[in-house]
């Protein structure tokens, strides 16, 4: 379910899906150059341009989830034509991201419309794990999704209502290149999760365990408390490294 399309050798050059992952992997390069920069500001110490990275790292990760949507829902092995049509008829992003979920668990579990999933008498584990996706889609995306939106709007030091009349408060300060990295290989396996739903059950079923046990790895440091010692680390050496404290030892 990677950037590549080694699995569909037959599809035409102007297939939708082919398009998407050019998309996506157009994004993917630019994310890279965006950590460059990001990690260049932070071994100068230049204050204004880690805010400023920081502000453009996160607007790329979640512009390549809203790419990353749009190539999941257009796989040939997946949705027809109205089920994508009702997916992209959400109000916002993340209502896509859940759309496209409810709509995958009903294909693969045969779950009329009519039905909540919860109510649906499918198997409870199958229930357990749509939960799991929705709380994942709405604590790990949505904060990079809403993120993007406001930093795409300009809303950088004071944050604006839905209907723009009025300002909220204070926006918050950027996430740090810890939190921002780690969020997005979440929403990258998170991704892959709804990807496999979307096209193969028995696929959903043996690679569910894997993908969410790298997501809770990833969980124990999402906010990147030990930035300082990273910070550090790039200061002092010219190039990252990652201290001891910051391996993966489990929560």
């Not at 996506?24 to 990001?38: D, F, K, P």
């Not at 039905?115 to 994942?136: F, N, T, W, Y």
Request: some cysteine.
């Amino acid at each position: 379910m990677q950037n590549g399309q080694a699995g569909y050798p037959k599809l035409p050059a102007d297939h939708p899906f082919r398009k998407h992952s050019q998309n996506l992997s157009t994004l993917v390069s630019g994310l890279r150059q965006a950590e460059r920069i990001h990690k260049q500001m932070i071994r100068q110490g230049d204050a204004p341009g880690i805010a400023f990275s920081r502000r453009m790292h996160s607007l790329m990760v979640g512009m390549i989830a809203e790419a990353r949507l749009r190539k999941i829902t257009h796989d040939p092995n997946g949705f027809n034509e109205r089920e994508r049509t009702l997916v992209a008829g959400s109000k916002s992003q993340i209502d896509r991201w859940k759309s496209a979920v409810d709509f995958a668990f009903r294909r693969q579990y045969a779950v009329p419309m009519h039905l909540e999933i919860q109510d649906s008498g499918v198997d409870p584990a199958v229930i357990s794990r749509h939960g799991i996706i929705i709380e994942m889609l709405d604590g790990d995306l949505r904060p990079i999704i809403e993120g993007r939106n406001k930093t795409a709007h300009g809303q950088w030091v004071w944050e604006l209502n839905n209907s723009e009349t009025s300002f909220k408060g204070r926006a918050a300060e950027p996430m740090n290149y810890l939190a921002i990295s780690r969020r997005g290989e979440v929403i990258d396996n998170l991704a892959e999760i709804v990807h496999i739903l979307i096209v193969s059950e028995p696929a959903f079923q043996r690679e569910f365990d894997r993908l969410y046990g790298k997501i809770s790895s990833l969980r124990c440091t999402i906010d990147g408390n030990d930035y300082p010692q990273f910070e550090a680390n790039i200061r002092s050496s010219g190039r990252p490294r990652i201290h001891p404290e910051m391996k993966d030892e489990g929560c």
